[in-house]
């Protein structure tokens, strides 16, 4: 159908509706959960809509007025059905909080303050831990394994912040696994330290992902204009 609109009119959500993402049904199937935006998209609200009643209810809600919200936010729900996590960077920088489907907010899990928090890494419900990447290293670039009770307290890195890492958690939270080092890593490392690339190697020699006897002998030196190779 074509419509007529008066441009001069306000603009007004209630005349052009808003924008839905990321719909999927609760997993008793009483409601189809969504995010809605303005179409301005200043508003975000995750909401539960009742099939029965075509009633919604808003489950959580951001709103920055002086940009775009991010409409997909990180969203796990928990497998006891009563609560998720959502991500949010109504701080000024991306962190997440506890919600409860029935009474909302809960409170904040995470408090970065220097950069946003990185992804989740595990949730484990029983010990009622989050592990998650955030950028507290050497440098922000540094990803770093946390781990915090979802209650927000004991929040404590558990990696070494010199380097930035990929973790993999054992099922029973116990244990994590860290990817070996590359040789920028130890270059940039052996930089910040003052050391020789050959001393960091030394040092960090189990933690390698690669030989440094074999790398030195398969490099060519680059040779400058001044005939000097580097």
Known sequence: PNYIRDVAAPFADDTVGDYVYAMQWAPDSSELRMNRTDRRQHVLEFIGCRPSTTKCRVLARDERRTGWVDNRPERQPLADGKRFVWGSSRSGWLNYYLYDFTHGLVGPITAETGADAGPIVR????????????????????????RVRLDGTGDVRLTDPAFTHRVTISPDSQYFAVAKIERDQVEHYARRKGWTLEEAERWLGPYLNYEPAKFAANETPIRCACGVAH
């Open 123 to 146: 949730i484990d419900e029983r010990a009622g831990v989050m592990f998650y990447m955030a950028r507290d290293g050497d440098t922000p670039l540094d990803l770093q394994l946390h």
